[in-house]
């Protein structure tokens, strides 16, 4: 079985191979990294990129995920699986108020319609408490993965601890995953996208 994976990051190919490995090690990704796609969505040049994404969506063998959740929306209207679409269903089964931790501001409105989308569906819709941290950002543009995961996970750890009602905390990029294994002492779950989203696939595929 082939899955294609639409990346905007050279990382997430390492990513999401470990968690292949461990989960389905007869798997095959074929990984599409457009870093590209990233900046040419947050500079609003949409509508061409919807189209480019909408013709390796339609050339893909087998199904395709979406890792990136700034392009999230325009994957999703081309057939493709978003990354934290999982996770955001996950998040709503807390039945609780949700902290939504995320870095790039792109990612705010897309990953905050989500959430709440799958709280509608869920029929129990919930306050929802947005962590932007921007200022970390470059840490993992530069590849400092340890410092970027430190430096999110005291974040996050602070805002649970602030607002005390918190059911759930979700990472909204898939670049963020790696905190959560530095927060597996909270007393709420701290979810993250790449292996939700992955086994999703593996589910829908193999019926």
Same mark, same amino acid.
């Given at each position: 079985?082939?899955?294609?994976?639409?990346?905007? !990051?050279?990382?997430?190919?390492?990513?999401?191979?470990?968690?292949?490995?461990?989960?389905?090690?007869?798997?095959?990704?074929?990984?599409? $990294?457009?870093?590209?796609?990233?900046?040419?969505?947050? %500079?609003?040049?949409? #509508? /061409?990129?919807?189209?480019?994404? /909408?013709? &390796?969506?339609?050339?893909? #063998?087998?199904? &395709?995920?979406?890792?990136?959740?700034?392009?999230?929306?325009?994957?999703?209207?081309?057939?493709?699986?978003? $990354?934290?679409?999982?996770? @955001?269903?996950?998040?709503?089964? !807390?039945?609780? =108020?949700? +902290?939504?931790? *995320?870095?790039?501001?792109?990612?705010?409105?897309?990953?905050?319609?989500?959430?709440?989308?799958?709280?509608?569906?869920?029929?129990?819709?919930?306050?929802?408490?947005?962590? =932007?941290?921007?200022?970390?950002?470059?840490? *993992?543009?530069?590849?400092?993965?340890?410092?970027?995961?430190?430096?999110?996970?005291?974040?996050?750890?602070?805002? $649970?601890?602030?607002?005390?009602? +918190? #059911? /759930?905390?979700?990472?909204?990029? #898939?670049? @963020?995953?790696?905190? /959560?294994?530095?927060?597996?002492?909270? $007393? +709420? =779950?701290?979810?993250?996208?790449? %292996?939700?989203?992955?086994?999703? &696939?593996?589910?829908?595929?193999?019926?």
């Amino acid at each position: 079985m082939t899955i294609t994976l639409l990346h905007t !990051a050279e990382a997430h190919r390492e990513r999401f191979d470990r968690i292949r490995d461990r989960i389905a090690p007869d798997l095959t990704l074929n990984h599409v $990294v457009r870093p590209r796609w990233l900046k040419r969505a947050q %500079e609003g040049r949409g #509508a /061409a990129l919807e189209d480019e994404i /909408a013709g &390796v969506v339609a050339r893909a #063998a087998g199904p &395709v995920l979406c890792t990136c959740t700034t392009l999230g929306p325009l994957a999703e209207k081309a057939g493709a699986m978003r $990354v934290d679409w999982p996770m @955001m269903r996950a998040a709503a089964q !807390a039945q609780g =108020p949700v +902290v939504m931790a *995320f870095c790039l501001e792109s990612t705010f409105a897309p990953s905050l319609a989500l959430l709440e989308r799958a709280l509608a569906e869920e029929g129990a819709p919930q306050k929802v408490y947005p962590l =932007p941290l921007p200022q970390y950002w470059p840490l *993992f543009e530069a590849g400092q993965a340890e410092a970027f995961d430190a430096v999110i996970a005291g974040e996050v750890r602070q805002a $649970v601890d602030a607002q005390g009602d +918190v #059911a /759930a905390v979700v990472l909204a990029q #898939a670049s @963020m995953a790696g905190a /959560a294994a530095r927060l597996e002492d909270l $007393v +709420v =779950p701290v979810l993250n996208s790449p %292996e939700l989203a992955l086994r999703a &696939v593996l589910d829908v595929t193999r019926g």
